[in-house]
């Protein structure tokens, strides 16, 4: 079974602050995907990776297939961004839904 | 707005009843999984169906049935209710497989009393 570990679990920054995300995966996998949940509850899909890096607007996701390891990165950071940041991975087995992680609750104060 | 609809938003009911969740996907979108979101147990992969075929299965419990109709809408019925039930139930669309884009629905809070 794939174990997705992010850190921190919760993140509290100042407006403008760049922020970093981290996942890591414990098995081989086809796909790693970025989501985020508003305290609505409902969930956007922001990246999906498989190598190498994205970007959109002012975040950017990176993956290290080689190290299990990705990072999702928020530049000039914005209240608007406080979320839960969720890290999943599809490992391409005979299950063929996400494997998430427990999430990373993110506060950015004015 | 994704394009992924689920009904009811929210669902009250009490132990040991039925209910049943209903998901239409994105146009155009073959695949659609279930998720259960607990407060303990997180975000879960319950099931998956592609083309109204069943494809995968996760930690879906005996209890708890899906199935995918002709015109690709899906429901997630619920049976013998427990209060560990409550949740929030996502559905997801995809193209084809995990391996595209997932788009989520709103999702259906619901609460066994």
């Known amino acids: 079974k794939n174990e997705v570990e992010q850190s921190p679990q919760n993140l509290t920054a100042q407006e403008g602050e760049f922020i970093t995300i981290n996942c890591s995966y414990s098995?081989?996998?086809?796909?790693l995907h970025w989501l985020q949940q508003h305290p609505g509850g409902g969930i956007v899909s922001l990246f999906m990776?498989?190598?190498g890096k994205k970007k959109h607007g002012r975040l950017i996701a990176t993956i290290n297939i080689q190290e299990k390891h990705s990072s999702l990165h928020i530049t000039a950071s914005h209240p608007r961004d406080s979320a839960v940041y969720i890290c999943a991975v599809h490992s391409g087995g005979g299950a063929d839904g996400l494997t998430f992680g427990k999430g990373t609750h993110l506060i950015i104060q004015p | 707005d994704s394009g992924v609809t689920q009904t009811p938003k929210h669902l009250i009911t009490a132990t040991g009843q039925r209910v049943t969740l209903r998901c239409s996907p994105r146009s155009g979108d073959l695949s659609v999984y279930w998720y259960q979101q607990s407060l303990d147990q997180g975000l879960q992969f319950l099931i998956q169906y592609y083309n109204g075929e069943e494809r995968a299965k996760g930690n879906i419990l005996e209890r708890f049935s899906a199935q995918q109709f002709p015109d690709l809408h899906s429901e997630l019925n619920l049976s013998s209710l427990e209060l560990g039930d409550s949740a929030l139930y996502f559905c997801?669309?995809?193209?084809?497989?995990?391996?595209?884009?997932?788009?989520f629905g709103p999702g259906t809070r619901l609460t066994v009393l």
């Open positions: 997801a669309s995809t193209l084809a497989g995990a391996v595209d884009t997932q788009y």
């Open positions: 098995v081989g996998i086809s796909a």
């Open positions: 990776l498989s190598s």
